[in-house]
T-cell receptor
Framework: ETGVTQTPRHLVMGMTNKKSLKCEQHLGHNAMYWYKQSAKKPLELMFVYSLEERVENNSVPSRFSPECPNSSHLFLHLHTLQPEDSALYLC??????????????FGQGTRLTVV | KQEVTQIPAALSVPEGENLVLNCSFTDSAIYNLQWFRQDPGKGLTSLLLIQSSQREQTSGRLNASLDKSSGRSTLYIAASQPGDSATYLCAVRGYILTGGGNKLTFGTGTQLKVEL
């Protein structure tokens, strides 16, 4: 248990559905991250939030919409996804984004399948 | 652009064997390097974090080394056990030129199987 909790653990959705992934941490961290892990590819950083403000968006399609209502919670809203978006979505947190080299803690991930 | 490579992609060893996993990175301007373990379909568990000024870190049967100038790190696992079977990921943290902050860049991992 790393202190970062993701729900749901598994999600199957149709291409016309709207769903949300949730991430929660009570480690007192100020930075939260969404990563995508596809088969045979390195983890790809999608979004970074620092102090509830989005500081990085790595050319992610608009069908993925992040939300950070407070420093403990991070959401990823999904709509009109494509089958190639099927992947393991990982949330992570760290003490601070602007701090040099903070250790990252990861959640268990949400396995998303788009049908 | 930082690129991280891990060799081998997969490894199968008998129980009790000592083994070495390799990680190389193209840009030596890093803050630190982190080794993670990932069980199938699960999240990442941090194993060791080596700061750029350090040469190695040890935790139990694990020893990670860092040669920043040559862009290499190794993870040594002593007396391997079936419970060590997992994917091992290497990630380097470097500076983001635009907007500041720092970023983890991951390798594709080494899938390890330790057999009885």
């Amino acid at each position: 248990e790393t202190g970062v909790t993701q729900t749901p653990r598994h999600l199957v959705m149709g291409m016309t559905n709207k769903k949300s992934l949730k991430c929660e941490q009570h480690l007192g961290h100020n930075a939260m991250y969404w990563y995508k892990q596809s088969a045979k590819k390195p983890l790809e950083l999608m979004f970074v939030y620092s102090l509830e403000e989005r500081v990085e968006n790595n050319s992610v399609p608009s069908r993925f919409s992040p939300e950070c209502p407070n420093s403990s919670h991070l959401f990823l809203h999904l709509h009109t996804l494509q089958p190639e978006d099927s992947a393991l979505y990982l949330c992570a947190s760290s003490q601070a984004y602007w701090q040099v080299g903070p250790e990252a803690f990861f959640g268990q991930g949400t396995r998303l399948t788009v049908v | 652009k930082q690129e991280v490579t891990q060799i081998p992609a997969a490894l199968s060893v008998p129980e009790g064997e000592n083994l070495v996993l390799n990680c190389s990175f193209t840009d030596s301007a890093i803050y630190n390097l982190q080794w993670f373990r990932q069980d199938p379909g699960k999240g990442l568990t941090s194993l060791l974090l080596i700061q750029s000024s350090q040469r190695e870190q040890t935790s139990g049967r694990l020893n990670a080394s860092l040669d920043k100038s040559s862009g290499r790190s190794t993870l040594y696992i002593a007396a391997s056990q079936p419970g060590d079977s997992a994917t091992y990921l290497c990630a380097v943290r470097g500076y983001i030129l635009t907007g500041g902050g720092n970023k983890l860049t991951f390798g594709t991992g080494t899938q390890l199987k330790v057999e009885l």
